[in-house]
């Protein structure tokens, strides 16, 4: 797979995202995919969701900010997805903290999602083990949950993708590390639930583990070129968002990613 070559067919089709995301992250998860070069629709209402995904190029569902009628609304987002055969990505924020966002969490995995992205103590908690993880802060390393990661997605048939500062993906019998990225990235409220619109965005374009990997190089290469323009997360934060739009097919370092 050529990352840059993906990246050109995401700026040429310009891919319509359904993005039922959380209070927090909508502002920046539509400017995520706006400056990668798709086209967000932030759309959660229960009584439209199923009409509206059967027409969009895929559907991302983040449960950060649960309520029921939401659930209602994603649940039918995805049942509608799959009739469609539109690719739809799963990010179950903090699933583990209370017994009804695990069973949310549980009940969207059983729809069979396209991608499941999350956070180490996310994955490790969603394949049944124990994690660390602390509200929607991961408290474990991306490479404690790589068995976890490889459990998900055979079981599942999904890709998993795990972020960290060495990121790693997975569809049970391929897996990607991917490099680059910055530490001041955690610091940025929601930008990962933003990768997740942005996996949203690649999986309409291109095969799911094609897609994962792609959205998560450009993520990490926008990411360390915003660290040189920043002093702190405000500044990244727009530093962010200008190296995603800025960035181009060909700027991409596939040397970040790492096979086997």
Not at 51 to 66: E, K, Q, W
Not at 67 to 80: E, F, G, V
Request: charged letters at 15%; a negative charge.
């Amino acid at each position: 797979m050529n990352a840059n070559t993906t990246f050109a067919k995401l700026r040429d089709q310009v891919p319509l995202v359904h993005c039922i995301t959380n209070y927090v992250a909508m502002n920046i998860a539509a400017n995520v995919t706006l400056a990668a070069g798709a086209s967000p629709a932030m759309i959660h209402a229960e009584e439209e969701v199923a009409d509206f995904s059967p027409i969009t190029g895929a559907l991302t569902i983040n449960i950060g900010t649960l309520s029921t009628p939401w659930l209602r609304a994603m649940k039918n987002a995805a049942i509608a997805a799959n009739e469609a055969n539109i690719p739809w990505v799963l990010d179950p924020v903090a699933h583990f903290a209370t017994p009804y966002r695990a069973l949310a969490a549980k009940d969207l995995l059983a729809l069979k999602p396209s991608v499941v992205r999350g956070n180490a103590s996310e994955i490790i908690a969603l394949s049944g083990q124990a994690g660390s993880g602390k509200g929607a802060d991961s408290g474990d390393k991306v490479e404690d949950a790589r068995a976890s990661a490889e459990i998900l997605a055979l079981t599942h048939g999904c890709v998993v993708a795990v972020s960290g500062p060495v990121d790693y993906i997975t569809d049970g019998e391929q897996r990607a590390h991917i490099t680059g990225g910055s530490a001041l990235m955690p610091s940025v409220t929601a930008l990962g639930c933003s990768l997740t619109a942005l996996v949203g965005a690649y999986c309409a374009i291109a095969p799911r583990l094609e897609a994962a990997v792609g959205a998560f190089l450009l993520f990490a290469e926008a990411g360390e070129r915003a660290e040189a323009h920043a002093s702190g997360p405000g500044s990244f934060c727009v530093a962010f968002l200008d190296c995603l739009h800025n960035l181009q097919p060909g700027d991409l370092d596939e040397a970040r990613v790492s096979w086997g």
